[in-house]
C-alpha cells in the first residue's frame, strides 16, 4: 500500500490489493501456509519479523490489507467467524464497563451479550433504536465504553443514524462499533461517519458464497482499545486459516458487482410488493415510505442492500404458507450469497423473540430479476 496508489476501491477489491504473485508472475494471489517461519543465524526472524502464523498468516494478512483500504481504516483482523470478531471486541471490556446496544439486532450476538455481560459483571442497555435521543439516554458517562449499533438492524431494517450516535458516545469517552455485515464497504464507510470500528461477518457478503466462515474488524486509529482486542485475538486464538483467508479474497475480487446486482434486485421487490394486496408492508429502506429512508440515502451513498423483510397479510400462518411454496428462494438462514434465501425470523428466534410472527426476511441475490418475483407472486397467491 503506497501513498500513491490512487486506484479506487472496485479497482483494489477486483485486484485483490495486489494480485500479482512476484515469485510466479501469477494473476491471482498466492496461498503461503505456513504456520512457522524461519530465523537467520543472528536468530532474527528472516522475513518482516514474522515468527508464527496465530498472528501473523501472510495470505490472511493480504486479505486484512485489502478490507482497511475498503473501509478506509488503519487496520484490519480477520477472526475464524463473525462471532468470534464480536466478541473479542466484547472480552476487550472490564468487569464494572457498561454497553448499550440495539433490541432488535443480530440474534445470536445479542443472546450472547445478554449472558457474557450478565456472567463477567458488565452492564448492559438494550435500546430502542429507532426512537431519537435512545442511545444518549442509555449512555453512562465515564462507565459506558462500547456503543454496538447495526444499520440496518437485522431484520427490520431499522436504521440508525451513525454520525448522530458517533457523537453522543464520544462525547461519554466511549468506542463505537457499527455492524456493517449488510452493508458492506461498497455501500458505506461507517469510519468516515465516525465510527471507531467496523465489524464484518465475513461470511456473507465480502465473502458472498456461502462457503467460507469468517469475521472481519477494521479500525479507525491503532489505539490502546484495539492493541486488547488484538491481544484478544492472539491469545484465544480465533483467527481465520490461510484457505479461508484465500477464499475470501477470491470472493472480494466480485463484491462490487455483487453487492450492486443485489442491490438493484432487492429494490426491484420491495417496489413490486409494496402496496400489493397480499402483503401489509415491505421494510426495505430503500423505499421512501421508510421512517428514517432519508438518514438511508445520505449515511448508505452506494445503496440500499440486499436485504428486506416482507409482512405478510394473514399472520403467521400465511407467512409460512408463502415460505413453504417458494421454489426460487431457498429457505434457509444467513444472508449475503450470490443466491436468493429466505427466512421466518420468529420460528428460528423462539418465543422471546420481537420479531412479528407474519414477517419473512429474504436475502435477495444476483438471479434474474424476473425469476425471484414470479417466485414470490406464485408463493403469496
Ligand atoms: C451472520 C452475522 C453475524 C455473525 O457472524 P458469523 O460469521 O455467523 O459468526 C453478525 N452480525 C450480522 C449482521 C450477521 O448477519
Known amino acids: 500500500m503506497t501513498d500513491s496508489d490512487t486506484r479506487r476501491p472496485a479497482t483494489l477489491a477486483a485486484q485483490s490489493l495486489e494480485s500479482i504473485d512476484p515469485a510466479s508472475g501469477g494473476v491471482v494471489p498466492a496461498i503461503q501456509p505456513s504456520t512457522t517461519f524461519v530465523r537467520d543465524r543472528d536468530y532474527e526472524p528472516l522475513v518482516d519479523g514474522r515468527i508464527y502464523a496465530r498472528d501473523q ?22 477472526f475464524a467467524s463473525g462471532m468470534a470478531a464480536a466478541t473479542a471486541v466484547v472480552q476487550a471490556l ?39 435521543g435512545a442511545f444518549e439516554a442509555a449512555i453512562k458517562p465515564g ?48 469510519l468516515a461517519l465516525g465510527a471507531d470500528i467496523v465489524f464484518h461477518s465475513a461470511t456473507k457478503y465480502l465473502n458472498g458464497h456461502s462457503d467460507v466462515l469468517a469475521g472481519a474488524l477494521v479500525t479507525a486509529e491503532d489505539d490502546p482499545f484495539w492493541a486488547r482486542i488484538k491481544d484478544n485475538r492472539l491469545n484465544i486464538g480465533g483467527v481465520l486459516g490461510t484457505f479461508e483467508a484465500w477464499l475470501l479474497l477470491r470472493g472480494m475480487r466480485t463484491l462490487y458487482l455483487r453487492v450492486e ?3 438493484s434486485n432487492a429494490m426491484a421487490i420491495a417496489c413490486h410488493f409494496d402496496g400489493h394486496p397480499a402483503i401489509d408492508a415491505v421494510l426495505y429502506p430503500g423505499l421512501e415510505s421508510h421512517p428514517r429512508h432519508a438518514v438511508a440515502r445520505h449515511q448508505m451513498p452506494g445503496g440500499f442492500g440486499g436485504m ?15 415460505v413453504a411454496n417458494l421454489r426460487c428462494f431457498q429457505r434457509a438462514t444467513s444472508l449475503g450469497g ?11 428466534e423462539g418465543p422471546d423473540s420481537p420479531i412479528p410472527d407474519d414477517m419473512l426476511r429474504l436475502s435477495v441475490g444476483i438471479e434474474d430479476i424476473d425469476d425471484l418475483i414470479a417466485d414470490l407472486e406464485s408463493a403469496l397467491a
Not at 493480504?62 to 473501509?71: P, Q, S, T, V
Not at 458488565?122 to 433504536?129: F, H, R
Not at 453522543?168 to 469517552?173: D, E, K, L, N, R
Not at 428486506?308 to 408463502?322: F, I, Y
Open 57 to 78: 498468516a501472510p495470505t490472511p494478512e493480504h486479505a486484512e490489507g485489502l478490507l482497511a483500504r475498503l473501509e478506509g481504516g488503519k487496520d484490519a483482523m480477520l
Open 143 to 190: 462507565q459506558t465504553k462500547l456503543v454496538w449499533v447495526e444499520t440496518p438492524a437485522n431484520p427490520t431494517w431499522d436504521i440508525i443514524d451513525i454520525a448522530a450516535v458517533a457523537k453522543v458516545t464520544h462525547a461519554a469517552g466511549a468506542k463505537l462499533v457499527v455492524d456493517s455485515t449488510v452493508v458492506t464497504p461498497v455501500l458505506s464507510q461507517p
Open 308 to 322: 428486506l423483510s416482507l409482512r405478510v397479510k394473514g399472520g403467521r400462518e400465511a407467512a409460512l404458507r408463502c
Open 94 to 132: 472490564r468487569p464494572g464497563d457498561h454497553i448499550v446496544a440495539q433490541d432488535v439486532m443480530y440474534w445470536t450476538l445479542r443472546a450472547w451479550m445478554i449472558s457474557f455481560c450478565a456472567d463477567w459483571g458488565i452492564g448492559l442497555d438494550l435500546v430502542d433504536g429507532t426512537k431519537d
Open 338 to 348: 450470490v443466491e436468493s434465501l429466505v427466512e421466518h425470523r420468529a420460528s428460528v
Open 261 to 263: 446486482r443485489c442491490c
